[in-house]
Nanobody
Framework: QVQLVESGGGLVQPGGSLRLSCAASGSIFKINVMGWFRQAPGKERELVAT???????YYAYSVKGRFTISRDNAKNTVYLQMNSLKPEDTAVYYC???????????????WGQGTQVTVSS
């Protein structure tokens, strides 16, 4: 029905940068909020950033000023540019989207499979 496919994770040294991408595909009528969560080992999943369909953004305090969320509505894709990465940013990053599908014509929440980001020297 709907798939979210992430890419861009990997291993980076402290102070480095990575760009995550998440593309939605399938029976999509409209995408409202898109965003990123992350989950570090032994910790709960936490919200990182969100972006509305009109590009209003929200950032967690821990990433504000270092991460930038953006989206390309024509491509149904959300991005997370991560700069000045720290070891504590190490986690599995999950994208999500609130999507209205042609099948149901109602909004549901969809998640990507997760991509590992490791910040280490």
């Amino acid at each position: 029905q709907v798939q979210l496919v992430e890419s861009g994770g990997g291993l980076v040294q402290p102070g480095g940068s990575l760009r995550l991408s998440c593309a939605a595909s399938g029976s999509i009528f409209k995408i409202n909020v898109m965003g990123w969560f992350r989950q570090a080992p032994g910790k709960e999943r936490e919200l990182v950033a969100t972006i509305s369909s009109s590009s209003s953004t929200y950032y967690a305090y821990s990433v504000k000023g270092r991460f930038t969320i953006s989206r390309d509505n024509a491509k149904n894709t959300v991005y997370l540019q991560m700069n000045s990465l720290k070891p504590e940013d190490t986690a599995v990053y999950y994208c999500y989207a609130d999507i209205v599908t042609y099948v149901t014509m109602s909004q549901s929440n969809f998640w990507g499979q997760g991509t590992q980001v490791t910040v280490s020297s």
